[in-house]
Structure formats: C-alpha cells, structure tokens
C-alpha cells in the first residue's frame, strides 16, 4: 500500500452548459470515500447518450458535468472497506449502482466548482470516483449485446427498429446469438441497412421507400407483427410504432432510446388490451458484477465481436471531433485513447 | 336427439345505433353450424363493456348488435362435429374464440337485417349462438377474479387503480387472494373505496382529498411507488396515473378498462426505461376451458364470494333501467332474468 489516496488533478473534458462543446481542464478528483473506487480510465468512446446531454435534450441532465460512460480502466485506489477489487486490476465502470453514495460529487475544477458525474460513470483523462468493482476487461467497451437477456425466449421473429447505430446493431447481433429466425433490421439510412447484415440481420426495411405507416408494412410482412420490437433511437413516434408493430397475443415492444426533453409516447390502449406489452431497457438489463464476466467471456472466446464495432480510433485531445463522428454515418464506435 | 336443429326465434335487446336505448325485439337465430354451440341464456348481466358500446364510444363497435357478455345457460343444440358438451348442459359463455367460425352472423331481425355478435357472447331471451363449449357454472357471471392471474408473484403491493366497479372490487379480491400485503383502492367515490374493504382493500385513497397528482401521493406512500397497479376505468389519465404510480426496476401496470374511441395513452419514455412495464387484461389472462373451471370449484367451494357482486335483481324487459342501475353507486351488478 502506498498509504492513504489523496485528491489527485486530471484532464476532464467539461461541459460546463447545456449546448456548450467538450472543454478540457484539469479538475480535482477526491479520493474514494468508504465503499468507492477511482478508475484510471484508459480507453473511453463517446456515445449519442451523452451526445443529447451535452446538446441539452437529456430531461435530467445537470451541468457542469463529465460526460462518458463507455470506458475500461484500471483501479487506481480504493476506499475503506473495498474488498472486491484491488489496485491495478482492469476493470469497466457500468451504469447500475456506481454513483457515489452519499450523492455528492467527487468531481471539482481548479477553482472548487463542483462538477456532476454523469451516469455514474463520469470519463476524465485518467481517474474516475466510483464505488464498487464491476468487471474486468481489457476491451474498449461493454454495450454490445444489448438485449441478449430481453430477447429471449425468442419464438418466431424480432425486429430490431432502430437507426443502425452501436446500440441497433448490437441488437441485431443480440438477437441473432440468442436464435431469431428473422431479424427485420428498420433505418432510414441504406449504408447502415447493409451494415446490419453483417451482425445477423435477415429483411432490411427503408421507411423512406414505403407511402404506409412503417408498422402497416411490417404487420403485413409477417402477417400479424413480430414477437419483439425493439426501439434504438430516442425518438417517440419511433416507440410507438415499435409498439404497433408487434403482434396481438404476447407482441412485447422494448424502448432502448433515451427519449428527449418534453417528448412523450403515445398508442392506442386497445393495443395492450390485446395482449401487448412494453417495457424499457437500460446496458441491456445485464447486471454488472454477475453478467458482465459472462460477456467478456464471450468477447474472449470470439463469440462477441466486439472489434467489429470499433470502426475509429482517436485520442483524447480530439474529443470534439470524435463526437462530430458520431453523426457519420460510417462510425458506429471511435475509441478515444485517453492518455494521449 | 330431436333432430336437425332449425332456425329459432327469440326476444333480444337490440342497439341498432350508437347512442340508441336497448330495444327488444323478436330475432331469428340460425341453427349451430359445424364446431359451434347453441345457447339458452338463462341470467345476464349489464356491464360496463356494454354501455361503452351502446354510447357509441367503443372504437371497435358495430350496430346493429346484440349487446351482452356476461352471462350463463344451458346448450340447446349443438353443430355437427361437437364432443365437447350435450344439449341441456350448463355452460358460462366466455369472450375468447366464442365469434362464429366464419366470421358471419347468426342474428337477424324478423325483416332479415343482420345484426352484430358482441365479443361473441351475445344475448339474446333465449338462445345464442356460439362455437365451443367454455364449461359449466349455474352462477351468474364468470369475471370475478380478475387479475388473479396477472398479479402473482406479489411481492409488496398492489394499487388496484380503478373507479371500484365490478371490476375494480375483483381486482381488489384477486390481489387479497393472491396474497398482497397492502392493497391501495383508489376511487372519486367514497362509497365505493367504503365498499372495498369488504373486498380485502387495506388502503384507501380518494384523489378528490389532494391537491398533487395521485401518482405523487401514492409514491410517497409507498416510499417509492407500488410493484403493480390495475387500471380498471377506460380512462386513459387514469391509465397514466397507474403506469407513473409503481415502483422503478420492476413495476408492472396493467390495464384492464377498455378506452374509449379516440383517446390515447401518453407517458414519458423515461418511465419504462428505468424498469416500469406496461401491459393489457382481458378476462383476467384466465383461458375459459381450462380455467373457469377451476374458478366455479372456487365459487362452489365458497372461496370466491360471487354473491357479494350481485346487489340487485331485475328482469330482462327491465333491460334500460339495469342499465341505468350501472351508473348508480350502490350496485355492483345486476342479474337479469332472461325468462321475465
């Protein structure tokens, strides 16, 4: 041991309000209180989740915040009490269970601004505060196979509704390991259609080239809906289509996207009478320190690709220009080194 | 055997249009065609299902029709290829797969208008005309338990969210039987929440007596919000109400009141991403061959109290004023004789 952890100063990129652009500063970190971790982070990539937040259409989003919440790193120190983790060991902060737990932040600037940690998971140039180990991993990222555990038992179809970014696709290849027999990829991008492919898709659809309601064609194309429908865009109208598309009797419509600022989702309640159901999904329902391992098994043994997602790399410093890619449509993850 | 059975004709109420009273008149009711069942309706009940209908705010509905859906009899005839019930037997029509087989009618006025099935349970004086036999009760109505099925596994409570009708009071009874530990009865009507405990409520709430959203006092109440909530109204607030009302990580809402025409169900997203869910009932989820049958055994073996919901009696040319009892605080249902 090399004695108690004190406040240490990193790089943080900061957004310090809503719309404001990533800015990086050095800010203090505090040690791990009773039951917490710090996290060097080594590798970070930037996602439309926190993309809404710095744009300011997140409902419960707070600034000045560190956004992230896709990293690996490694334990730095630890707090009182941390039995389950040591220092050096490689690790991934998830979302479930890792803010502080007093509710209170770890995160100030030079200046002694206290600073939000977002989801739990705040990214900085080296250290994060958390409590709890979750997981070990050397890979860059944990979110791929999204609705493995929501989508089973799978029985007859699934359609995973959604603009083909990381989470769509991960969807698509969630649904496809857990058995799918059809797997109905939606977008309004083409690229992105034929990209799916590749993760298990089996009909891709471009709502852009039907006159109908998109759910009326795929009702139609399985002659009463799809078992599952999942939605991986945020957007309501999308939700309730997703909804809508599924089939009388045990149809289940999961939402993935987190829906903006004011917007709500709306369908008929007949839809449920019938046998409906609806349902959210947060890191795919998996739970951090029991599955977690279990996926980076499978990434180990190849039976995730997790590579095949990872289609940019860039440091740090390029924060800005590494979220600006998100909007293209060939990036689906960019891996930020962030010791450069 | 008597031989082929014919056309028959008996009284019925009779909507011929949205919004029109309940006229009874004489009908023609073909002969049971192959796989279906001919039934004498010996007692029925109005319900609130009906009344929807007959206002003409059903989305659904179509007139003329022959309104009715709660209700027992006897077989009177039966269509070739049937084996599983014998004229005179006593059977409880159940809304699950009871249309004709060909999707026609058996209903027509003396003129030779066709009329509508309802839910395909229709009641006519006398007879009706039904595919399959559901099973034998010399009850009057067969929705008692509503919920039971849904609501196991209770784990904490339950908020049976419901103006306390029929509906709402078996609700209440199926989660007190299923083994809730706290049942919270909402409902504008004093009376009724009065009338609920009867039926195992243990917490009554009257929103008329708060200024905040009744989600709000509910969460609060229950430190966090309640592990299901049954809709029973068709009100599509109060659907809102019981989906924002239980608890994050596992909350399950049902709906169970048919909406009416035009009306939606809106929330916010976030609601179910954080682990709510959100589905349908009818009939309770209960299958009628396999399951009311174990329900009579509960009836007759005097575990479900089915006479505590039957508060008045009335005959069948009192049909408008059964109707009209519907609205009053005091009845719960009313039984008619369809011989008076």
Redesign the interface.
């Known amino acids: 041991m090399s004695g108690e952890p004190r406040t240490i100063v990193c790089k943080a990129a900061v957004v310090m309000a809503a719309g404001q652009p990533f800015e990086i500063m050095e800010v203090n970190v505090a040690p791990p209180k009773r039951g917490e971790v710090r996290i060097r982070i080594l590798y970070a990539c930037p996602c439309h989740t926190d993309e809404i937040t710095q744009r300011g259409v997140d409902?419960?989003a707070v600034y000045p915040c560190i956004l992230g919440h896709e990293s690996c790193g490694q334990v730095e120190s630890i707090g009182e009490g941390v039995t389950t983790c040591k220092p050096g060991q490689k690790v991934i902060p998830l979302w479930e269970g890792v803010m502080p737990l007093d509710n209170t932040s770890r995160f100030t600037t030079k200046d002694g601004q206290s600073i939000y940690h977002f989801m739990g998971t705040s990214r900085s140039d080296g250290f994060m505060s958390l409590f709890g180990l979750i997981s070990w991993l050397s890979a860059a990222s944990h979110n791929t196979p999204w609705c493995l555990r929501s989508a089973l038992p799978l029985s007859r179809m699934i359609a995973p509704w959604t603009n083909l970014g990381c989470v769509g696709l991960a969807c698509v290849e969630g649904a496809h390991l857990a058995g799918a027999k059809e797997i109905i990829c939606v977008d309004i991008n083409d690229i992105k259609l034929a990209m799916a492919k590749d993760f298990g898709g089996t009909k891709f659809i471009n709502p852009k080239n039907y006159e109908k309601p998109i759910q009326d064609v795929i009702i139609e194309m399985t002659n009463g809906g799809v078992d599952f429908a999942f939605e991986c865009t945020?957007n309501?109208t999308v939700?309730r289509n997703a909804v809508e598309s599924t089939c009388k009797g045990w149809g289940l419509a999961v939402?993935v996207?987190?829906?903006e600022a004011g917007?709500?989702?709306?369908?008929?309640?007949?839809?449920?009478?019938?046998?409906?159901?609806?349902?959210?999904?947060?890191f795919g329902g998996w739970r951090s320190r029991d599955d977690v391992p279990k996926l980076a098994e499978k990434v180990i043994n190849g039976e995730l690709k997790l590579g095949k997602y990872c289609t940019h790399r860039m440091k740090f410093s390029q924060i800005n220009e590494a979220f600006d890619l998100l909007k293209r449509t060939e990036c689906i993850r960019c891996v930020m080194d962030m010791q450069q």
């Open positions: 409902p419960t945020g309501t939700m939402i996207g987190i829906g917007k709500e989702i709306s369908t008929r309640p007949y839809h449920f009478i019938v046998g409906r159901q609806l349902k959210g999904s947060v």
